[in-house]
């Protein structure tokens, strides 16, 4: 029997800078820049949802619902996001070869 994939594929190794390397930091910061992001877009929608009794409800849900948002949204992000994270890595590389004097 084949197993279920639950993560999204990895990326080939040469679309992924080394780990520890200052590339594979600003990847990440910029992933987890959109992953705020996204929780950010996200919360409203679930401060307008109802607690409901049926599934647990009470103070527990509502204090664990913002970490839930938020772990959406990382997962959101990981999952290839909604285009922001490319866009700020980018901004985040050329802010830093403008820094280091490399600008063309």
Known sequence: MDSLQLAPAPLPKAAM???G???ARIKQA????????ISQMLMPMFNTVEIDPEFGGGSAEETWRG????EMGK???RSGG???APVVEQEMLKMQEVSHGTHD
């Open 30 to 37: 910029a992933q987890d820049f959109e992953a705020v992001f």
């Open 21 to 23: 390397s200052n590339a």
């Open 67 to 70: 970490v839930m948002v938020e």
């Open 75 to 77: 997962q959101i992000a």
């Open 82 to 84: 909604i285009g922001i």
């Open 17 to 19: 800078p080394p780990i």
